[in-house]
């Protein structure tokens, strides 16, 4: 900075003030002799002493459990649209849904110092969540809640959007509704499968253990094909996320069966080539870019140390 400083015939603070974009009181030809000094110095600010000094990396860190779903990268684009205007970086790590990778992706995001962190959270690192609470580091969980912990949580309504979904299917004269999920693990899965149960109780139908759909995704056509061999096959079917829907699409295409006409269908998640599809399905879209952008808000509350409880915001999701 001192060599532009000199090449420029300006001050270092002059220059800090040009780097950082306090233009209010430069003139338009010291912004051009300090451009100037600059491409023909080939300077390039240094980041690290930048946050030495300022005590901030300017880098965020988003944790999700599982990037092939097309909600975590709405999501996270969001958050990287929100914080590309106050000139902060993000990075993005996929956990897989798997714990030890998830604290893995914690521990080393926090020993690169990132100014807080945004997570898909697996649910079983609770000590290690519970440590960034005590120590007031800023954090905010995405899409699944962990219970008894007083942490910043962007959710949407799963239980009553399944719980509407399922009596979509009860007025259109289904009783055999079926409902696939993988390893209930999280409190999405859970409060999903709550919603599916809840409907049917309250319509005075059966909840068939059987109709329960529960494995990890290479499991799932093989589950599947025990489902529809049973002797009295479901008419319907809820799929509680995109990657079940799509091995469902695998499954029924192998059996030449077809959405709408052999099945009918509703898939709680956001499917970007649904339109595409020959036959109208019924989809609960979530407000993933709301959801990502209000994390992110609150995340860098936190990091400007402005002091909020921490609450738990539901937005709810549309059935289309």
């Known amino acids: 900075m001192a ?3 000199r090449e420029a015939g300006v001050s270092k603070s002059t220059v800090s003030q040009y780097l950082n974009k306090r233009y209010e009181y430069m003139g338009e030809k010291t912004k051009q002799k300090i451009e100037e000094a600059i491409e023909t110095l ?3 600010p240094n980041f690290l002493a930048r946050s030495l000094k300022q005590k901030r990396t300017s880098l965020i860190g988003i944790i999700v459990a599982n990037i092939t779903h097309y909600f975590s990268t709405e999501v996270s684009r969001a958050i990287e649209d929100y914080f590309h205007q106050y000139d902060l970086q993000t990075i993005v790590c996929n956990a897989d849904d798997n714990p030890e990778k998830e604290k893995k992706y914690i521990e080393m995001l926090r020993a690169k110092q990132v100014d807080g962190l945004i997570i898909f959270p697996t649910g079983k690192n609770n000590d290690l969540y519970e440590s960034m609470v005590k120590q007031n580091y800023p954090v905010v969980f995405v899409d699944r809640k962990v219970e008894n912990l007083d942490v910043f949580s962007i ?4 239980t009553e959007s399944t719980y509407k979904a399922i009596q979509h299917f009860i007025k259109h004269g289904h009783h055999h509704i079926a409902f696939a999920v993988q390893p209930l693990t999280v409190s999405t899965r859970i409060e999903r499968l709550e919603g599916y149960k809840k409907a049917l109780t ?5 909840v068939n253990p059987n109709y329960i759909i529960e494995a990890s995704i290479p499991e799932m056509k093989k589950k599947l094909e025990q489902l529809f061999t049973s002797e009295v096959k479901p008419t319907a079917l809820f799929a509680a996320n995109d ?8 499954f029924l295409k192998e059996k030449g069966m077809k959405f709408g006409k052999d099945l009918d269908v509703v898939v709680f998640d956001n499917i970007p080539f649904s339109q595409m599809l020959e036959t109208s399905l019924s989809f609960i879209i979530q407000p993933a870019a709301k959801m990502g952008t209000k994390a992110a808000e609150l995340l860098h509350e936190q990091i400007r140390k402005e002091s909020h409880i921490p609450e738990v915001f539901v937005f709810p999701s549309e059935m289309i």
């Not at 959710?155 to 799963?158: E, G, L, P, V, Y």
């Not at 309250?202 to 059966?206: C, T």
């Not at 990657?243 to 695998?250: D, K, N, S």
Request: hydrophobic letters at 45%; a negative charge.
């Open 3 to 5: 060599d532009v400083a």
């Open 42 to 44: 080939g300077y390039q």
């Open 202 to 206: 309250e319509a005075g139908l059966e």
């Open 243 to 250: 990657r079940v829907f799509i091995a469902l699409g695998e």
């Open 155 to 158: 959710i949407t309504d799963n």
